[in-house]
């Protein structure tokens, strides 16, 4: 259990707030690259804060505040230009750095008027058909080129906004036993009122977790019953990915699961899927797959006959901002204090002046992540059953996909006979 001023400290994420502080340390996916290669400018939120991401002609992207210094109209409204995003109310230009380097009714204005008007201005990049954005202080880091975002493959991003708080998305990340029993005895439930068949992996009971920190956040460990200490999921696991993100898979999936705080009550909710079995075809794609996946239906009740669909109940049901001064922590919940424990370490790591973990501060080509490549000791119909009955279900691609990892499969000889389904 927690004092309000403790669940406020973890969970609160605008500019000043302690958690604030520690999260502007980081890059966080705003749009994809399709969305500016149609239209230039975009409003998006981050962090509490309303921004205008944009792209200029000379391809390079940029972030500033959303509302002109001017006069306050916002600069979604504005024009892309060479070296900038100029205000459509008076013409007032900025530079991707946010200085003003021109007033359209004072050509002659002078450049100590314009160096005192500068606006707030990030970084933005592109990486993986998605636009990033840091919007902190002092140098920016590297943007981290985690595997998922650089390796080969076919891509496929599901996405919604969820109001709720990030931090409960991310608690789940630590929490193998809701596996069990939510994507198992409920997804069974489920399954036979509504009649259908349910993939059969989740029933398998946990002998015991593990939760080890390193340099990217907390790697996740499970055996289970009919596993043993060989099996990857003990033997590797995988990572909760410091601060907003979890990478997941196996059999020839692996998947970002992207948590993006757009304000303390919104969570920007990303599947980032890369299918890429061995023996697949290559299949030439300019920009990732993206679409909505749907979790709630016209009557208001959410959607729980898919694995995320359950989460996302999950989620959202603990309200808009969990209340953890009323929970009842207990053993089995010793993944999320481990989590929670790691987010103050690095609360007061800020404190002290220092980068928290996982921001990085080196050029490098890949970030590579422990993940475990036969999940819950299954085959490769893991896959076929992780887009009939997970959010990849609402893809475009969702029978291209599943064709690819058929396909696949057929190509390699010698496979092993395989098993179940898939989960986190
Ligand atoms: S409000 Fe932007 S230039 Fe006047
Ligand atoms: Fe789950």
Redesign the pocket.
């Known amino acids: 259990m927690m004092t309000q001023e403790q669940n406020d400290e973890l969970t609160r994420v605008g500019p000043g707030t302690p958690m604030g502080e520690v999260l502007r340390h980081y890059w966080y996916p705003v749009c994809f690259e399709r969305e500016l290669d149609e239209f230039p400018v975009k409003k998006v939120r981050l962090l509490g804060e309303d921004f205008a991401a944009f792209k200029t002609p000379d391809g390079q992207y940029g972030i500033v505040a959303e509302k002109?210094p001017?006069?306050?109209?916002s600069m979604v409204y504005g024009i892309v230009e060479e070296g900038g995003l100029r205000?459509g109310?008076?013409?007032?230009k900025f530079d991707h750095d946010g200085n003003c380097t021109e007033i359209l009714a004072e050509p002659d204005s002078s450049p100590q008027f314009r160096s005192n008007v500068c606006t707030k201005a990030g970084k933005a990049q592109a990486l993986g058909g998605m636009v990033w954005a840091w919007i902190g202080e002092g140098e920016a880091p590297y943007l981290p080129r985690y595997e998922a975002y650089v390796m080969e493959g076919v891509r496929d991003v599901g996405h919604s906004m969820l109001p709720c708080n990030w931090l409960q998305i991310m608690e789940n990340a630590v929490d193998p036993y809701h596996v069990e029993a939510l994507h198992g005895n409920y997804f069974a439930f489920i399954a036979e009122w509504k009649g259908f068949e349910m993939p059969s992996a989740f029933k398998n009971k946990h002998v015991k977790v593990g939760f080890d920190p390193f340099e990217h956040g907390i790697i996740k460990r499970r055996q289970l019953v009919g596993q043993t200490e060989e099996d990857d999921d003990w033997k590797i696991g995988h990572p909760l990915v410091f601060p907003y993100k979890m990478w997941v898979g196996g059999n020839g999936v692996f998947q970002m699961q992207i948590r993006v705080p757009v304000d303390d009550t919104h969570t920007w909710m990303l599947f980032y899927t890369v299918h890429a079995p061995e023996g697949a075809e290559p299949v030439d794609q300019m920009y990732p797959v993206d679409y909505e996946y749907e979790w709630i239906d016209d009557k208001g009740n959410f959607i729980v006959d898919y694995i995320e669909g359950q989460d996302i109940m999950a989620w959202v049901t603990q309200g808009e901002i969990a209340d953890r001064t009323v929970e009842n922590i207990t053993k089995s919940d010793v993944g999320v204090i481990a989590m929670r424990r790691m987010y103050r370490d690095q609360i007061e790591a800020v404190r002290e002046g220092r980068d928290p973990i996982a921001v990085t501060r080196h050029e490098h080509d890949v970030i590579e992540l422990p993940l475990e490549r036969f999940k819950f000791g299954r085959g490769a119909e893991f896959a076929t059953q992780w887009i009939d009955r997970g959010s990849m279900k609402y893809s475009p691609q969702a029978d291209d996909l599943k064709k690819l990892h058929i396909q696949a499969w057929a190509n390699r000889e010698g496979e092993p006979e395989t098993k179940i389904a898939p989960g986190q």
């Open positions: 002109c001017h006069r306050g109209a205000c109310y008076h013409g007032w």
